[in-house]
């Protein structure tokens, strides 16, 4: 898979999929309660995820929908998680 592969490029050791269907990932209660899970389960030192606010990228590539929800699902999750 391509992320396995992108994450050995930067030493990653482990990659950890949440099983939502490609395409269809919504910012929703259920999916941030996954996500939360597992940051507080790895205890990551940088969680890496798509930039929410671009739609598209120099004039060639568009920001997939679900790609713009996983980028909001980890921003609007931060501040809670360091709290905690």
Excluded at 58 to 73: E, K
Aim: cysteine-free; charged content about 30%.
């Amino acid at each position: 898979m391509e992320q396995r592969a992108a994450a050995a490029v930067i030493g990653v050791k482990e990659v950890t999929f949440l099983h939502y269907h490609d395409g269809e990932l919504v910012n929703s209660p259920e999916v941030r309660r996954d996500i939360v899970r597992e940051i507080r389960r790895l205890k990551p030192d940088v969680v890496v995820t798509a930039d929410p606010t671009v739609y598209f990228r120099m004039n060639s590539y568009i920001n997939h929908a679900d790609h713009r929800a996983a980028g909001a699902l980890r921003s609007t999750r931060s501040f809670r998680l360091r709290a905690t």
